[in-house]
């Protein structure tokens, strides 16, 4: 029988420098990840890279840090290469990678749509085309979407919009990848209190969005916390293997589908 425990295993994570990627690292590593390559796009997120790697490095772990731009087909292959080259062939592979506009459609310009499905919906493909290809028999793909799948909301167009379709992919892979026993499954968190969630708004629908009675029943800041949604992706990849092709919605009650 295949062996779904995280002792020993090899994880790629997207978008690893920080927020929730960076708590993920963390908490595979305390639950027995051995090897972690952690992506981060930029010189900007270089330095919060680092200190990740040097953390995970100081719990046991082999750890190494990788920069690119995961908007081209090429670049989700280069990390997977040199992902490999540094920890070894991965078992698990989380794309946390993506980016928020909130605008209204009579605002929004070409050039901003354009970079929302790359970022959102080009990179995320792309990387699960590379993961299917790299991954080790009985490995784990999940990739971060949002709780905005199951909501009705103005001005999420092109994010809503963008991540929509990885939700298809992953039914698409679950299926294609699913005979070497590779899960494939999207997460969809809801609104996070995290610097990519004040990014985008204003005051007053921070405010809001703070009102536990707008958004969820029992949350303390009416936000979802990033450590209430790094246990649900370690069971996904680990224990929880049976369940594949799913968008799952994590998010204490803000919405439904």
Same mark, same amino acid.
């Given at each position: 029988m295949a062996d779904h425990s995280l002792k020993g295993k090899t994880a790629l994570i997207t978008g690893g420098a920080k927020n929730l990627g960076a708590l993920i690292a963390h908490d595979l590593a305390d639950n027995g990840? /051995? /090897?972690? /390559?952690? =992506?981060h796009h930029g010189d900007e997120t270089k330095a919060e890279a680092g200190k990740v790697v040097a953390a995970l490095t100081e719990k046991g772990v082999k750890a190494v840090a990788l920069q690119g731009d995961l908007t081209t087909a090429s670049a989700? *292959?280069? $990390?997977?290469v040199d992902a490999i080259a540094a920890v070894g062939k991965p078992d698990i592979a989380i794309n946390t990678v993506g980016k928020v506009l909130?605008?209204?459609i009579l605002e929004?310009?070409?050039?901003?749509?354009?970079?929302m499905f790359a970022i959102n919906t080009k990179a995320a493909y792309f990387f699960i085309k590379e993961a299917g290809k790299h991954l080790n028999d009985n490995g784990k793909?999940?990739?971060?979407?949002?709780? $905005?799948? &199951?909501?009705? *909301?103005?001005?999420?167009?092109?994010? /809503? &919009?963008?991540?929509?379709?990885?939700? =298809?992919f992953t039914r698409a892979a679950s299926k294609e990848f699913g005979e070497r026993g590779i899960s494939v499954n999207a997460i969809g968190p809801g609104p996070m209190d995290t610097p990519f969630f004040y990014g985008q708004e204003g005051a007053d629908a921070v405010a809001y969005h703070k009102s536990a009675a707008a958004l969820s029943p029992f949350s303390r800041t009416g936000l979802t916390d990033i450590e209430d949604i790094a246990p649900y992706i370690r069971f996904m990849v680990s224990e929880g293997w049976w369940m594949t092709g799913q968008t799952i919605l994590v998010n204490g009650g803000y919405t439904t589908k």
């Open positions: 990840v /051995a /090897a972690i /390559a952690i =992506h989700n *292959t280069k $990390l997977f909130k605008k209204p929004t310009t070409e050039d901003e749509f354009d970079s793909l999940v990739t971060v979407v949002t709780s $905005l799948l &199951g909501a009705y *909301t103005p001005f999420y167009s092109t994010y /809503a &919009g963008s991540k929509s379709p990885v939700e =298809h």
